[in-house]
């Protein structure tokens, strides 16, 4: 079997078992589903779910691995000169995910995963990791200084809180002007920042 090939069936087998777990949680709770049902359900072993998602809750994160992967590219490969805080901008006005396309269709699978992620302990406490692990390695790619610990804790926090408002909007039934809501108040926060960190460009690698 080709490289290409194999790497096919991996992410489709990845998309299945992750789908299924949408769905399933979405039927009973997160918290009322197991990874031995899920397995069955996709008809794959639960090794095999553990083998795609290492804990139970990256079942829902696990798109975030490309966030990641996406944010630091933006700062990464900026152009010589440009500041940190103006990269990090174009990263975070674009919308993505489900704000990219808020049809009636995904307004309903937003609500339903942003009431799971909200009722369950331990969905918010893997997000705390999962964001943590942002800033490390956004700190680590901006130096590993000081300073850059307080820029990558200041532009993650902006992301967090920007998660935090759209959480609040769904669940207060936010229809087709939630994306621009969302833009609104990264401007702000933007702004904000920039009267403190807009001409910080990091350690040169």
Request: aromatic residues 8%; contains cysteine; negative net charge.
């Amino acid at each position: 079997m080709s490289t290409g090939l194999r790497e096919r069936k991996k992410q489709q087998t990845r998309e299945l078992i992750a789908e299924t777990a949408r769905r399933l949680f979405g039927e009973c709770g997160f918290e009322a589903v197991t990874v031995a049902e899920i397995a069955r359900a996709a008809d794959v072993s639960a090794q095999t779910v553990f083998n795609y998602f290492p804990t139970k809750e990256d079942l829902v994160y696990w798109r975030l691995e490309s966030f990641e992967e996406e944010l630091l590219g933006t700062i990464r490969d900026r152009a010589p000169g440009e500041p940190v805080l103006a990269a990090f901008g174009r990263f975070v006005r674009a919308p993505r995910g489900m704000l990219a396309s808020y049809d009636p269709e995904t307004r309903e699978r937003l609500a339903a995963l942003t009431r799971m992620i909200v009722s369950s302990p331990s969905l918010l406490a893997r997000e705390q990791q999962i964001f943590e692990g942002y800033t490390r390695d956004l700190a680590e790619l901006l130096g590993g200084d000081i300073q850059a610990r307080v820029a990558a804790g200041a532009m993650i926090a902006v992301h967090r809180a920007l998660v935090d408002f759209a959480r609040e909007r769904v669940l207060a039934g936010a229809r087709d002007e939630l994306a621009a809501e969302v833009g609104e108040q990264a401007e702000a926060a933007l702004s904000l920042l920039a009267r403190g960190l807009g001409d910080y460009e990091g350690i040169p690698s």
